[in-house]
């Protein structure tokens, strides 16, 4: 059964008990599923003093800007203040482009911001030659990007606070059935990979919580539209799903989209393919792959959004008055990403 045949309804629906724990923290992208993870913690009437954003800077924050938009990160900077919510920032040293290039180093260094200010932690384990681009398969040993800038991210982010200790945290991620048939099989509440509960020097209750996991693309859009939340601009120039801007899954396209919005950033991925001599696709170079598509027609459309997505800052609203939200070009668009 593909995943859009899914009976949606049939999936089991779980809701925590929000007052048994002490933080919830949620897994924040700034696209559309993440953002609804927010707004419907919102609507649950929790309290927001307990919700924490996390988001993962893929790029980190030592240059690198070879993967990311570059408003992501000042986007969920100002809809966490709009929404009056905490957030905190973390990342890979170097981000992809280090560990990609890797050779003859150690995994660089995860840092991660806490109430106490920024943490470090690793970047001494045998040195190792990675000189690959992430593999395009639902398999995260040989996907290694969203284990090594997110999952891994995460993971060290909450592993070494002590703050997390002793008590119980809900961690929350917006994946959705409809997005893939592997992600159909994820359940909607399980102990977070980080989960301790069971001893007794640590007592670090965890639970991993998918709200969104059961909702229809048509649902969540529904629900950004009622809050009035501005979407991030990708949505804006026709892209469908916010992952990285140049992510190793992108369609013909998408490709050809960033050729034409960001050709220095993208040419540099394709030299990256002369350098390791493999291709990121098993058919493709990215040009033939760009060849094979067309740019978005949005963006010729939306010179506002355009100039906003390839800025560091994010300028525009982020909440606005229902009755005058657009819908984004993008809203049903190509829905490629991780799966
Ligand atoms: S969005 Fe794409 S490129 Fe970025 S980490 Fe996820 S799978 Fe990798």
């Keep these: 059964m593909s995943a859009t045949q899914l009976d949606l309804f049939a999936l089991p629906k779980i809701t925590p008990d929000f007052s048994s724990y002490d933080t919830i923290l949620v897994a924040f992208s700034g696209g559309k599923d ?8 919102l609507e649950m009437n929790i309290n927001p003093a307990k919700v924490e954003l996390h988001h993962h800077l893929v790029d980190g924050r030592e240059g690198s ?3 990311d938009w570059p408003c992501t990160e000042d986007y969920c900077r100002k809809f966490a203040e709009a929404l009056e919510l905490k957030i905190y920032f973390s990342w ?3 981000g992809l482009e280090r560990e990609m290039c890797r050779e003859n180093q150690s995994k660089a260094p995860t840092h991660f911001e806490t109430p106490e200010g920024i943490r470090s932690i690793g970047g001494q384990g045998q040195p190792g030659t990675r000189r690959k681009f992430p593999a395009k398969t639902a398999d995260l040993s040989r996907r290694w990007c969203s284990a090594y800038a997110k999952i891994d991210v995460l993971s060290a982010a909450i592993a070494n606070q002590p703050r997390f200790t002793h008590c119980r945290t809900l961690v929350v991620t917006g994946e959705r059935a409809e997005e893939s048939s592997a992600r159909a099989k994820y359940p909607s509440l399980e102990r977070h990979r980080c989960d301790r509960r069971d001893s007794p020097k640590l007592k670090r209750h965890i639970d991993h919580w998918r709200p969104v996991h059961h909702w229809r693309r048509s649902q969540v859009w ?3 539209r009622q809050w009035g939340i501005v979407p991030h601009p990708a949505y804006f120039l026709g892209f469908g799903r916010l992952s990285c801007m140049r992510c190793i899954f992108g369609s013909p396209n998408q490709w050809s989209s960033n050729f034409a919005i960001a050709p ?3 040419g540099r991925m394709h030299e990256y393919e002369q350098d390791f001599g493999h291709t990121l696709d098993n058919r493709w170079s990215i040009p033939e792959m760009a060849a094979r598509g067309k740019p978005y027609a949005a ?8 100039k906003q997505a390839l800025s560091h800052k994010y300028t525009n609203a ?22």
Excluded: M, N
């Design 34 to 41: 993440s953002i609804c993870c927010v707004l419907h913690l």
């Design 65 to 67: 800007d070879l993967f």
């Design 92 to 94: 890979l040293q170097g």
């Design 222 to 224: 529904q629900t950004i």
């Design 264 to 266: 220095g950033q993208t």
């Design 299 to 306: 963006i010729a459309l939306h010179p506002v959004e355009l």
């Design 318 to 339: 982020i909440l606005i008055e229902p009755k005058k939200w657009r819908l984004p070009a993008g809203a049903y668009g190509e829905d490629t990403g991780p799966t």
